[in-house]
């Protein structure tokens, strides 16, 4: 069956799993082997030269991890996919199979963590030059793809202020200097934004976050184009950053659920960031479906809905945030995002602990700022228990 006219939540349930499995089985099953035996040499011969459908060794293919990766080819429009252990391997795998020594990357200032400290320390060792620009300054970064590029590594929204990028622009841009563009859409999730339908040539998740949904598992997935796709497979399949079936498994369950909590979480998102922008004790609220937002024009234009995270500034000093947190009884103060339980944290002790103040200031972080997670409890809850946090600053 082709799915391809459906809506996201319909492919989301559907894709990868049209027929029964084996034994009829209505639910794919969790192939926990390491390998596949063969009878016949000659076709065992053809599976492992890829002459014929077929799995030969977990670390390369499984069929559970399989059914996964149709599952996102589908969501994102997609002509291939591939998985991986975690996000970061995901990324990190992506970017050593398509670089090499004298390349040059443009990217963002605000990307996830990880992907910086990859462009910055690990890349560079191995004669590829990363130019990071201001997130939100599209002049900046098309100035810096017209000096010459291979890649663009494009994130947005962005992490902590929800910054937004116009891929459609970009990608324009990058592929006028030759480059291809990669964009990480963990924030953003399929339901909300493809940036191949905006000019992406691959796309990246940490489905360790939205995709899963359920903080209990990690998984990376990157799909694009076909030859890409290829080129990154077959260098995973030697670095063993593979995804293990039970972690497939846990991820496409997370998926089937995967509108209904984004929808809920882009109403309860943007619902709370209103309310949050009329409070005392609150100086300023990052929400990209706010009117005064940067980047809500762009939002507007390229996503469907503007996502379960938002920011805010308070007013005070790291004791007031230490009270608010503390005061907090429906979320858990922890890292990580994109679960169906709120999760609080200050970025200054999370994401961005390892930056001095100064550089924090400088990527428009203020030290009081709380990201919030939006989880999918009910939203007049998450207000109650904000109202009440509030009052004790
Ligand atoms: C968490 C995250 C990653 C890394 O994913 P892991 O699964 O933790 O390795 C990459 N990009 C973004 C935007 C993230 O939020």
Not at 118 to 127: Q, S, V
Not at 139 to 144: G, T
Not at 195 to 221: E, F, I, Q, R, W
Request: hydrophobic residues 40%.
């Amino acid at each position: 069956m082709n799915l391809d006219k459906n809506k996201a939540g319909t492919r989301s349930v559907w894709a990868g799993e049209t027929t029964p499995f084996a034994d009829g089985s209505a639910v794919v099953p969790v192939y926990n082997t390491v390998t596949f035996a063969y009878d016949d040499l000659a076709e065992w011969t053809d599976v492992a030269l890829g002459r014929r459908d077929g799995h030969i060794y977990s670390r390369n293919t499984n069929p559970t991890v399989a059914v996964l990766e149709e599952k996102i080819r589908i969501l994102e429009g997609a002509e291939a996919a591939t998985s991986f252990a975690t996000g970061m391997a995901a990324i990190s795998n992506t970017l050593f199979a398509l670089l090499a020594p004298g390349d040059r990357v443009v990217s963002i200032n605000d990307s996830y963590g990880g992907t910086s400290r990859l462009l910055l320390e690990h890349l560079p060792r191995l004669g590829v030059d990363a130019v990071l620009c201001d997130t939100a300054d599209h002049d900046a970064l098309e100035r810096a793809m017209e000096g010459g590029c291979q890649l663009v590594y494009l994130e947005t929204p962005t992490n902590p202020t929800l910054k937004i990028l116009d891929i459609e622009r970009l990608a324009a841009a990058a592929h006028r200097a030759g480059a291809i563009v990669v964009c990480d859409n963990t924030f953003a999730t399929p339901i909300n934004q493809n940036p191949l339908a905006l000019g992406a040539d691959l796309v990246v998740h940490s489905a360790t976050k939205y995709l899963g949904g359920h903080s209990d598992v990690m998984c990376g997935l990157l799909c694009g184009r076909k030859d890409l796709i290829e080129t990154v497979f077959r260098f995973r399949e030697i670095t063993g950053a593979s995804l293990h079936a039970d972690a497939a498994y846990r991820t496409i369950r997370g998926m089937k659920t995967l509108e209904l909590r984004v929808d809920r979480q882009n109403e309860s998102a943007l619902g709370i960031a209103r309310w949050l922008g009329g409070q005392s004790g609150v100086a300023r609220v990052f929400h990209p479906g706010l009117e005064d937002h940067e980047g809500h024009a762009i939002a507007r234009r390229q996503m469907r809905g503007f996502g379960g995270m938002l920011s805010f500034e308070l007013q005070g000093d790291m004791d007031t945030v230490q009270r608010f947190t503390g005061a907090l009884h429906l979320a858990h103060r922890a890292a990580s995002l994109g679960s169906v339980g709120t999760l609080v944290g200050p970025p200054s002790v999370t994401s961005h602990v390892e930056m001095t103040r100064q550089q924090r200031a400088a990527l428009g972080i203020p030290e009081t700022l709380i990201r919030y997670s939006v989880g999918i409890e009910n939203m007049e809850d998450l207000i109650a228990d904000l109202e009440q946090a509030l009052k004790t600053i």
